[in-house]
């Protein structure tokens, strides 16, 4: 179910946004978390009507950002929020333990509370600067997330943890053995000119000789 390469959307306008998750999943991408922030309600609710078909199609994850009512109303998969969004306590009193909820974190202490308060999975960063996010967490860098998986190890937490924030593909193969169970990306496939070749180095990276 989880699979290790999260593509998360980007696009000022409905129409960009569905364009640049069709391209991903057509070109192998098998989750997605639409984000769509600064949007009407009303847009907001357009686009995922038209992603949950399209990830229908392809067999892909759907999760929305930060809108638990939303993924209710048309059963979209699951959800991630962030340090400021709903507590993962709350939405997952919402949403049940039917829906995937995952959470964002910056630290491990931030990781242990989302997991007591019932997380899927974690999205851990920044790994480097990144112009997607406004309000951006301290940078944690290959040490940052060596020293957190570290902690998570002893304590023999299992939950899969997802690196985000600013990765290249090169940096996959390092992030990959700090035992980071996936990355979560959004301007390296929606800007890429060879997306099939991207995501398919990127799959063989995260995965290995895993059958994806």
Known sequence: MYK?????SQGNTIEAQLHNIQQALE???QWIQMRFKNA?????????EAVKILCNQY??????NDNVPLVLEIDADGVHLGLS??????????LGNQKIIGGTANTFEDIQ????????YIGLGPFRFTKTKEKLSPILGLEGYQNILSQLQEQQIKTPIYAIGGILTDDVESIIKTGIHG??????ITESDSKTKLITELNEKLYGNVIV
């Open 40 to 48: 009407t309600s009303e847009d907001t609710f357009t686009l995922a």
């Open 85 to 94: 969004d709903m507590k993962i306590a709350n939405a997952r009193a919402i």
């Open 113 to 120: 509370k989302h997991i007591n308060q019932g997380a899927d």
């Open 27 to 29: 070109h192998g991408c």
């Open 183 to 188: 990355i979560a990306v959004s301007g390296l």
């Open 4 to 8: 290790r390469l999260q593509y998360i």
């Open 59 to 64: 067999s892909a994850t759907f999760i929305i």
